[in-house]
C-alpha cells in the first residue's frame, strides 16, 4: 500500500466512532468525521473514542455533508503538496507502519469491539490523484444522496427535527448546563434521615435511651436534653437561633439554609416556593395547527366509517319531523333587526312569536277603593277595619285597606310590593300554563235530554192508605199475588193480614218472638205464607177461614203430601238409606192448625232473615247470615238440600232467576251467580260498594238492581259485564230495599233518611239500546225513628202502587 493511502486510511480509522459489534461490510455508511484537520494522538482518540460510543448519531445528512467537506480539504491539500503530518520519505512510512499496527491493537484491546469498515480510498500516487478528480466525487456525492433520498421518507419527525436543531443551533448558542455529578448528594429523591425506624409515634421511645436505629442497626442515642434556662442562653448566644427547628425524629437541631427559608417566605406570601419558576413562559404548543404528513398508525379503517350511522338518521329525522311540522324553516332569510327602538312609535311591527308562546295572564285593573281620594262609601268603618285584620291573610277578600289622602305626595309606599311581586312571579313561574282551545258548545247540549216525568206515567206520586194497627218498627211486609191482601210482620210480635182496598185488619197472629220476615207463596192456586220468628223458626201458615174451601183443600193436600212420603233414599246395593235433614220439618198440633193455620214448622240453628220463592211456589230459600248457611226447600217433599258447601264470605240476600235455572247469592260485597242445572258458577258481579243491603232481579231476567248501606243503588246490565251499567246516588243515608214492579218499567229503593225514590227504567228488547233510567218521584212521609227509615218496600203485582214499611210502626200504600 502506498504510504499516502495508508496515512489517510490511519486518519481517518482514528476519527471514526466505534458503534456496533456488526461485521463490517463494503458498502458501509460514512461514519461521522472530526472536522479538524490537526493531529490527535493515538491515546487521545481512543479515549474521544470510549466517550462518544455512548451517544447516538442521529444527523446522518449533516453528517454527510462534513465528511465531503472533509474530504475537499483532504483533496485540496494534496493538490498544494501540504500533506501536514504525513510524511513522504521511506522512513516517515516504517513509522507509519508502526503506528497503524499499534493503533490496531489498541482497537482490539478497547473492550475487544469491533470497528464499522470504511471503504478504502486509494491515494497511490500523483497520477493517480489527477484520476480522483472532482467528477468523480461529484458522482459518489449524487449517489449517496440518491440512497439517502430512499431511506428517508417525507414527514420523518427524527429527520426534521434534527434540521430544525442544526439550524437552531446555527442561529443561536446553547446554554451550558451543569454537569450531573453520579453521587447521592446531586439527587434529593434520594434523602433519607439517619433515622430509620419509619412512620412510627414518637412516644413509643420516650422511655427509652435511644430514638432509633440507622442504616447500620445501630441504636441512635437521645441528646442530652438541657434545662430551659440553658435553652434560653444557648439561644441569645445562638446567632442562627431564629432559623433553627426541631427535628423529633432525629433528636437534634437543623438549621435551615437560604433556600429553605426561601421557600419558607414564598410560601408565607402566597406564591410558588420554586424561585426558578416562571409563570409567563411562551406557550408549547403540544398539538401544533401543522398537518402531519405521516399517519400515527397504520391500522386499517374500522368498520363503522362505512355503515351509516343509526344515531345520525334518527337526528336527521328529528330536524325533518320539524320542518315538516315547521318549528324549522330552511334557508330563510335571516330579519335584520333594528339597532334603535322607537318605544312611543305605533309603526313597530310586534315580534314573532314562538310557535309554543303562551301569553302570560294579564293584572287586574285597579278599582275605585284603590284610588288614593276614594269616594265616601269605599271607606270601611272600624267595625270593618276589625274584621279585616281578624281574618288570615288567605282568608281576605282584598290585600288593602282603602285609605284617604289629601294629595299623592302623601301616599306611603306599598309594604306589601315585593312579597306580592315575588308571589306573582313564582305563579307564573310555577304554574303550568296549557293551551287550551275553546270549543263554542252550549252546556245545556252536554246534559242528556230526559222525558218529561209527566210523559213517564203511571208511577206513584202520593200516599193513599195508612195501615195503623202495629206498634213497634215494620221489618217486613207482603203483598198476596192477587193484589187484594197484604201482610205485614212487626216488632210487636205480630202479623196483620190487611185488605188493600179497604185497610181492614182481618186477620192477627201473636208470637212470642219478633217477627223477621214474610213471604206469600207467588202461585196463585196455593193460599200460603212463610214466616220467619224468633230463634231459626220458620212457618208455613195458611190463614184461615179467608180463601175459598177448594183453594184450602188444594193447599192442605199441597202442604201435607210430604208427611206421607219416607223420608229414606235408595242407594246402588238397593238398600234403603235415611235422609240426613239439615232442618228438622215439623207438623204442628191439631188445634194451631184450626186456630191459626200453622201446616209446617222449620227450626233452623241460627235466626232466617230471609225468606224468597220460587216463582212456581214450590222452592223457597231461607238466608241465616250468622250461620253462613243458605238452604234450598222443597214444600211438597219436606226435604231441604245445602246447594253450597263453603261460602265465600257473609251472605246478605239471595234471589231467583224469574225464567232460568239461575240463583243470585249476595255477599257483602260480591253478587255471585250460580246456574243450579250444572251446579257451577257462572259470574261475579263486582258493584265496589263496601256493603249490600238488599237485591232483586228485573222481571225479564238480564238486569240486576243493588242497594247498599253506603247511599249507592247500582244497576247491572247481565249481558254488559261484572261492572255496575248505572251507580246511582240519591239518598242521603243508607238504602235499606230495592225492587222491580212486575208490569210496568219502574223501580223504587228505600233509605234511612225516610224517603222512596221512584225510577222509570226501561229495558228495551233490541240490544243495541242501553236501559232508559229516569228518576221520577220522592216519597216523603216515613218518620225517621232510631237512625232508622222506610225499612221495607213492595209493589203491587197489577197496579202502579207501592206498599212501603218503617221504623216508626207504620205501613202505608202509594199510588
Known sequence: MPKKSVKFAAKLHEKAPKTSKEPAQPNAKIAKPALKSTKITVQQQQQKSRTTTTTKVNDKRSLKKRAVEALEEEESSDDDSDYGEIALDGNDAVVDEEEEEQVEENDMDDDESEIEAFPELSISSDEEDSDYDDEKIEEDIEEEEEEE?????????????????????????????????????????????????????????????HIGYDIDGKKILKPATADELEKFLSTMDDPDSWKTVRSDKEGKDIVLNDEEMDIIQRLQRGIIPDSDYNPYEPTVEWFTSKTEQMPLSARPEPKRRFIPSKWEAKKVMKIVKAIRAGRIVPRKPKDERPRFYNLWGDDDKPREDHVMHIVAPKMKLPEHDESYNPPEEYLPDEQEVKEWNDLDLEDRTKNYLPKKY?????????????????QRCLDLYLAPRVRKNRLNVDPDSLVPKLPSPKDLQPFPTAQSLSYDGHTARIR????????????????????????????????????????????????PDVWLFAVSVGHGEVLLIAPPKLCPGEMAMATDQYIKSGFTRPQTTTTEDDNEKPIRQVVQWSKPSEQEEEKYGYKVRLQHSQT??????????????????????VLIHQATKHQTQTPFTRLKGIVQKVAFHPIKPIFFVATQIYVRVYDLMQQQLVKTMQPGVKWISSIDVHPGGDN?????????????????????????????????????????????????DGTIQIFYGMVYNDLLQNPLIVPVKILKGHETKDSLGVLNI????????????GADGSLRLWT
Open 149 to 209: 433520498e430512499d431511506d428517508y421518507m417525507a414527514g420523518d419527525s427524527l429527520d426534521e427535527a434534527d434540521l430544525d436543531e442544526e439550524e437552531s443551533m446555527n442561529q443561536k448558542p446553547l446554554e451550558k448546563l451543569s454537569d450531573i455529578e453520579a453521587n447521592y448528594d446531586s439527587d434529593s429523591s434520594t434523602e433519607e434521615t439517619e433515622n430509620t425506624v419509619g412512620n412510627i409515634p414518637a412516644e413509643w421511645y420516650k422511655d427509652m435511651p
Open 406 to 422: 289629601k294629595s299623592l305626595r302623601h301616599v306611603p309606599a306599598y309594604d306589601r310590593f315585593i312579597q306580592e311581586r315575588f
Open 476 to 523: 217486613s211486609l207482603s203483598v198476596h199475588s192477587s193484589g187484594l191482601y197484604l201482610l205485614s210482620g212487626s216488632d210487636d210480635h205480630t202479623i196483620r193480614m190487611w185488605e188493600v182496598s179497604t185497610g181492614r185488619c182481618l186477620f192477627m197472629w201473636q208470637f212470642k218472638d219478633v217477627i223477621h220476615e214474610i213471604s206469600w207463596n207467588p202461585n
Open 608 to 629: 232466617v232473615k230471609q225468606i224468597t220463592w220460587h216463582r212456581k211456589g214450590d222452592y223457597f230459600a231461607t238466608v241465616a247470615p250468622d250461620a253462613r248457611q
Open 704 to 752: 240486576l238492581i243493588i242497594g247498599s248501606y253506603d247511599k249507592k243503588v247500582c244497576w247491572f246490565d247481565m249481558d254488559l259485564g261484572s261492572r255496575p251499567y248505572k251507580s246511582l246516588r240519591y239518598h242521603q243515608k243508607a238504602v235499606r230495599q230495592v225492587a222491580y214492579h212486575r208490569r210496568y218499567p219502574l223501580f223504587a229503593s228505600s233509605s234511612d
Open 794 to 805: 213492595e209493589f203491587h203485582p197489577t197496579q202502579p202502587w207501592i206498599f212501603s214499611s
